[in-house]
């Protein structure tokens, strides 16, 4: 079982995205979920987390600009980027929390360039 993140593209400095990741009932229900990023060069890391109950964390570098939330009855999590800057380029991946390594997808590519 894999999660498909989706919703990227190429957007400008200060430009916004909307990422989303559906997943399997099993995978979604009681677990928190997280959007992990990779850079290139970097190793993989987690930005935003959201517990089953909708208690949110960011890391530093995207509080106030990023906003995580989760759907439970569709199984889906979706993560908004606003005012995003170039080290916002990464592929996107979501995953529960902790991860789980099969579950990981393709990501989906983020470019935030002019």
């Known amino acids: 079982v894999q999660l498909q993140a989706s919703g990227g593209g190429l957007v400008q400095p200060g430009g916004s995205l909307r990422l989303s990741c559906a997943a399997s009932?099993?995978?979604?229900?009681?677990?928190?979920m997280g959007w992990y990023r990779q850079a290139p060069g970097k190793q993989r890391e987690l930005v935003a987390s959201i517990s089953s109950g909708g208690n949110t964390h960011y890391v530093l570098s995207v509080k106030g600009r990023f906003t995580i939330s989760r759907d439970n009855a569709k199984n889906t999590v979706w993560l908004q980027m606003n005012a995003m800057k170039p080290e916002d380029t990464a592929v996107y991946y979501c995953?529960?929390?902790?991860?789980?390594?099969?579950?990981w997808g393709q990501g989906t590519q983020v470019t935030v360039s002019s």
């Open positions: 995953n529960r929390i902790p991860y789980r390594t099969e579950y």
């Open positions: 009932g099993s995978i979604f229900s009681s677990n928190a």
